[in-house]
């Protein structure tokens, strides 16, 4: 049985400067993707069509290990890795929170990074196996938001 990744990305709500001294509110996480309701699922449930995922780069275990040491068995030694998971934050946005909900106890290693933890990591012990990544969805991030502590993706495992 194969490990499967379940990526999501958020971004800091932009705020203007009076809701932010009038209401006193910080800024809220948001999906960047558009969900939709999952035909597939009997019970209500929101889902983005794989099309339209944020990352759709399918299974790579070196993509997995180096977000969080998920599968690091496929390497010989020790390999870097950027976080341990941390779980799912709390103030992250309700679709995330939800659908990660769904998956119960099947999902594990819930994790999140923000774009400047993938940055800020050293990529070149996993060469070309991450390419897709490094090329496509920090890209994606960086067009989001100017500040890189203001966009990140939350992600979780199923086996």
């Given at each position: 049985m194969g490990c499967d990744i379940h990526l999501f990305a958020e971004a800091k709500s932009n705020q203007s400067f009076l809701e932010k001294v009038i209401f006193w509110e910080k800024p809220k996480w948001q999906s960047i993707e558009k969900w939709e309701i999952d035909p597939d699922y009997d019970e209500f449930r929101m889902t983005i069509p794989y099309k339209k995922e944020f990352y759709n780069g399918?299974?790579?275990?070196?993509?997995?290990?180096?977000?969080?040491?998920?599968?690091?068995?496929?390497?010989?030694g020790n390999p870097a890795f950027i976080t341990l998971p941390r779980g799912i934050p709390d103030d992250s946005c309700q679709e995330i929170k939800d659908y990660v909900a769904s998956w119960g106890s099947d999902g594990h290693s819930h994790n999140y990074n923000t774009l400047k933890e993938l940055k800020e990591f050293n990529w070149s012990d996993y060469g070309d196996t991450v390419k897709y990544f490094l090329d496509e969805v920090i890209p994606k991030m960086e067009k989001v938001s100017v500040c890189d502590e203001e966009v990140r993706i939350v992600y979780f495992f199923d086996n």
């Open positions: 399918g299974r790579n275990y070196n993509l997995f290990c180096a977000l969080c040491g998920v599968r690091s068995y496929q390497f010989n």
